[in-house]
């Protein structure tokens, strides 16, 4: 039997999210035209009656049902192996695009070959500007600020201060929405599923870039994106997979030394700012609710470290993109 090939392949991981998955769902069906494409969501084994609402409403869209919260990038391979698009469009459930977004990037990237991976502008939902372009991780921008580096070097750190006119070659994009070369994921391979939040579309755009993919930002075109829906829900935990994702990212790509300096100098940082929200929090009497998360935060961090940084740090209910 013969497979329809289709342009474009969406592929959506959903994690208790139903009205976000289903706002997302419907800006697809409203604005992609002239381009065919199938759609695959990837349930990690939601308890809000999401599954039963896309059957209901898009019986279309190709299920993949999870037991459990499998992580970002294990949840996407699976639509990965099983696509039918010359291009994937790996979409965030808080994302809504806009018309035409995606047309214009696959259109960009059928007449510039050697594209892996284009992302276009996100916006907040006023209109403003998100940051759309990630840095490769480094000493200095883990170590150090980053606003202030995009600030004092713009042409190797971009960010939604600056205004660009054309696409531009970038060294990753941020995964809330991107546009992935079929082509290319053969060549490169799936999203490592040793990250399972954060990280790893970072990790999967380097690792494009080593094959001599290129990465592209297309500021023309606009995903609004309702920034860290999911992680806002449990920021401890999300915080906790942060710090994990960045050390096995250091580990894989950074070399020893690295590694080394590295973690010293986030424990630094990380007990600087542990003190100084505990003085903070003393002097105020403990009655700002702001800082109390903040020390609750980083309190949970340090005993996470002084565990021996566990995967299973309470984290068996974990966030999704």
Known sequence: ??????????????????????????????????????????????????????????PEVKLIKNEKNMGFAKANNLALMRMSGRYAVLLNTDTVVTDNAIKIMVNFMDKNHRIGICGGQLLNKDGSKQNSVASIPNLATELTNKSLLRRLYPEKYHGKEHCFNKPIEVSSVVGACMVVRKEAIDEVGFMDEDYFFFLEETDWCLRFTQKSWKVFHHPKVEIFHL????????????????????????????????????????????????????????????????????????????????????DSWGLNQRCHK
């Open 1 to 58: 039997m013969k497979v329809k090939i289709y342009d474009v392949s969406f592929i959506i991981t959903n994690w208790n999210t139903k009205q976000l998955l289903i706002d997302c769902l419907k800006s697809i069906y409203d604005t992609v035209k002239d381009i065919s494409f199938e759609v695959w969501v990837i349930d990690n084994g939601s308890s809000d009656d999401s599954i039963k609402a896309i059957e209901e409403m898009f």
């Open 227 to 310: 920034q860290g829906q999911s992680a806002k829900r449990n920021l401890i935990k999300a915080r906790i997979e942060y710090w994990k994702s960045r050390y096995i990212f250091f580990k894989k790509h950074r070399g020893q030394g690295a590694q080394i300096v590295l973690r010293v100098g986030l424990l630094i940082k990380l007990l600087f700012d542990f003190i100084l929200t505990l003085l903070y929090n003393l002097t105020t009497l403990f009655t700002i609710k702001k800082g109390r998360g903040r020390l609750k935060l980083y309190s949970a961090v340090v005993m996470w470290h002084l565990a021996g940084c566990p």
